[in-house]
């Protein structure tokens, strides 16, 4: 009988769940919270975007010109980001939903520009601090440890608009100060702290990433965010600045806590046996590993001299950057996994800089979600080893799961067998990479409660054990519902990873 006895995972293992302030929060404008770039973020249905097909809309990030429209007359545009799941006055029944599948972590985000509203005030804002000092007391209260990341794609607005979000250091000083603030009032409420989300996502979205807003081309794009390889990697370069720093003040501040990086790893595979394709996912996997290299080991890795030279990307620092980064690495290394790609050789020798996330190239051997994305569980065995391979710190899973347009019924249950397979296949590749000898010490799942996408701010993209009612127009009652994989998850939780049977999943 597979029981908690029976498992490999540690006997403290954290099993959880993950969200963002943007994505569910909502109370965009209550108690002294300051507009943020998340609060741009359309919902552009699919009927909006015919005719526009292979160059849509963006969904998650505004031109300049959109973004000073869309302050002036909201009303012309849907604005999820802005209502989320109203967690900030429901926290407590959301919570409690989830900590009754025995959550042991709840990972969340704090609102920057609800702590400073324009991101550089004077003083911080208190109705915002205090919010968050009952957000933490009650996860403990429930049983579940708080993993707070302290940027999650919502840049203060101020700071995007008079500084141009990371491309200036006026923001990676706001930002330390912001950090700073938190580590202080949080002390002993907060072990684990993350800094930003999926920082790599400055190559293809700064906007979301970075707080950088451009004007639109006029090109017909609508896409003023695709190459800039210099601006990217100079907005890089100041992140790790104050990602560094935080992990500095961090350490000063509350040495029983424990900070970390977050990746949105790409696990890469050469189309063919070519040693051509295989040289492209060399350059690629350098693109993504450079992240986490200069966040984990303090110094930019070998490889980036030869591209930035090639490429023309000259990146300026500020006497003792180098020194910042080399005491500021993270306690431990924390990933967003969700699928694979497919490399093929493009013909260059060296590493020209790659602006895509999604290769178009599929994998006749994976299948994918409603939304496109390929499903591999044994990549993440695999990028499991990589990582740890290279760093050997301690992995937290930070995100991993499964976007589904679910059929809820009135009750906002549905029979999900396909999130559970999706649950259960990739557990059962993380337990044989804990066998393996990776430390792996806590997995939260993406989304554990419905909440806004983030990509393409619909909640029809729901990834939930928990439903709540509630459209892509923000119509509904925000009931909560459970699922079928509520159910499944308590169970697999209970038995520490050890039972992932399907056949007796018990609901209530
Ligand atoms: C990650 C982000 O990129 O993927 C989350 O950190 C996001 O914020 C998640 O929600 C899933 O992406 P999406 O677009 O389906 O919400």
Redesign the pocket.
Known sequence: MADASTSVFPKDFLWGGAT?AN?IEGAFDEDGRGLATSDFAPFISREANRGYEGNPLPHNSMTLEMLQDALEHPENYNLPKRRGIDFYHRFREQLEALAGMGFKVFRMSISWSRIFPNGDDAEPNEAGLAFYDQVFDECHRLGMEPLVTLC??DTPLHLALEYGGFQSRHTVDAFERYAETVFRRYKGKVKYWLTF??IN?VLTNPFTCSGVVLPDPHDGTHNPYKGNWQMKYQVSHNQFVASAKAVIKCHEIDPNAKIGNML?RLENYAETPKPEDQLQVLFEDHFNWFYSDVQAKGEYPYYMKRFFDENDIHIEMEPGDLETLRVGTVDFVTI?Y?MTYIMRYKGETVPKPSGSLVTAIKNPYLKVSQ?GWPIDPIGFRITLNHIYDRYHLPIFIS?N?L?ANDQLDENGYVEDDYRIEYLRAHVEQLAEAIKDGVDVFGYAW??PID?V????SEIS?R?GFVSVDIDDYGNGTLKLGRKKSYYYYKKLIASNGADLSTDDIVME
Do not use: I, M, R, V
């Open positions: 963002a994505q999650h794609f989300n999926e996502n949105c967003s969700y939304w995100e799961g976007g993406w989304g909440l996408s983030s990509g393409t993209k990834y």
